[in-house]
């Protein structure tokens, strides 16, 4: 069923702003969703719909969409309703990933009224899906961490005879089941007693675990490269950065990155879609080794934006702004150039967080996180032009923080094996 804010006027779905075709962007109450419709609607001034399928989400408070949708049902039903209103084809910006794997499974029927930036349909499945994606790299010669699939008790102990403490264990899918009884994405393993609990905890929502070697380092070693590239695999912008800080800690999200120079991230990244003949945004995250100085391939995110999207805009790539005109087959902006200039892209909230966890574990000085937050930045929520979404989100935060269960949950030091 799809629902209208009661504060907006219907409008019908046609061009604005000199005729400029619509940019529809879904999973509005995502930061990437809501980072999308900002950068577009107000750094490029593109007429933006946004789609989300949470009404009461605070992102989607925002003043930059020319419409908001919402779809609590069906993604693809909605974006034919929209579709067919339409008065030229619009440009899709999918915003998380079970967004890009609905609209590239359902990619005929979406085609006839929306720019899809999208490889063939076997790269899609392959790139999302863990399990192949690390065979593909294990196949292919890519650097990845040493890899074990666990799919039963009798894999998990083989492998528990072989690997290395610390490891990282995590779903090869964050199902539904897994958000609910967890808001991490992977766990880091310090003993085979807390492997075989985690397993025992979590099995259930997980068909297949992914175990592999920790590769040592701070979050300052987590590098990632941002690109799009054409329907001929050819990159037309490219943005590298890293995280300084991270929250959960070690197994995160970014909270504080900064743009920065790697040419064996930039590299790497344009060898790994280019083999595949990917087309569409992509982002490649990697990690150097403390002690070796080797890179290792982490993860890939690919046809959307991405949480740190918006570094590269604010420093000065127009990442999303260059797919939009390749979609359409407008000339390219000649800001596609990487310039180094040392931008930050921080999330207030999140990184308050985890500057705090390091500060009480004796990692984190008052006057080294001053230093680490100076200098031109992004923010990730926060806007001055556009307040609302930042204080919902807040509010919303400060209201989880009342409830036990809501904090032992999201707590980074959380024993594993206690209950929910």
Avoid at 3 to 25: C, E, G, I, Y
Avoid at 232 to 250: G, N, Y
Avoid at 258 to 282: H, I, K, P
Wanted: hydrophobic share 35%; glycine share 6%; charged share 25%.
């Amino acid at each position: 069923m799809l629902f209208h804010p009661p504060s907006r006027k219907r409008q019908a779905m046609k061009t604005t702003r000199d005729n400029k075709p619509l940019a529809v962007v879904t999973g509005l109450e995502y930061m990437q969703g809501l980072q999308t419709a900002r950068i577009l609607s107000k750094r490029h001034h593109l007429p933006v719909i946004g789609i989300s399928g949470n009404q009461d989400h605070p992102y989607c408070r925002t003043n930059c969409c020319h419409k908001i949708v919402f779809s609590q049902d069906n993604l693809i039903d909605a974006l034919e309703m929209i579709g067919r209103q339409l008065d030229q084809k619009a440009v899709l910006y999918p915003g998380c990933d079970q967004d890009v794997l609905l609209i590239s499974r359902n990619r005929q029927r979406l085609s006839a009224w929306f720019h899809l930036c999208l490889p063939e349909p076997e790269v899609v499945e392959m790139l999302m899906d863990k399990l192949h994606f690390y065979a593909f790299a294990q196949q292919s010669g890519f650097r990845i961490p040493d890899t074990w699939f666990i799919y039963n008790r009798a894999d998990l102990d083989e492998a528990a005879r072989e690997i290395a403490f610390p490891c990282v264990f995590k779903p090869h899918y964050r199902t539904a089941a897994w958000n609910e009884l967890s808001v991490f994405k992977a766990f880091k393993i310090t003993t085979a007693e807390q492997l075989i609990a985690t397993f025992e905890q979590y099995n259930s929502a997980t068909g297949c675990f992914i175990l592999q070697n920790w590769i040592e380092g701070p979050d300052a070693n987590l590098f990632s490269c941002n690109a799009y590239f054409n329907a001929d695999s050819e990159p037309l912008a490219t943005f590298v950065a890293r995280k300084l800080r991270q929250w959960p800690p070690e197994m995160g999200q970014s909270s504080l990155g900064e743009e920065c120079r790697d040419d064996f991230v930039l590299s790497e990244t344009l060898r790994l879609f280019q083999s595949v003949g990917f087309y569409g945004l992509a982002y490649l995250e990697i990690k150097r080794d403390q002690r070796s100085g080797d890179y290792f391939i982490v993860e890939p995110n690919i046809c959307r934006p991405t949480g740190r999207s918006a570094i590269a805009e604010a420093g000065g790539v127009d990442l999303l702004y260059t797919m939009y005109c390749d979609a359409l087959g407008w000339p390219l902006p000649a800001n596609r150039q990487q310039r180094y200039t040392g931008v930050k892209w921080i999330n207030l909230r999140q990184d308050l967080r985890s500057a705090l966890y390091y500060w009480r574990k004796g990692e984190l000085t008052f006057r080294q996180w001053r230093e680490s937050v100076r200098g031109k930045k992004t923010f990730a929520i926060f806007s001055w032009s556009d307040p609302r979404p930042f204080w919902g989100d807040l509010w919303r935060s400060a209201r989880l923080f009342t409830h036990k269960s809501e904090r032992r949950k999201r707590s980074p030091d959380r024993p594993i094996g206690e209950g929910r």
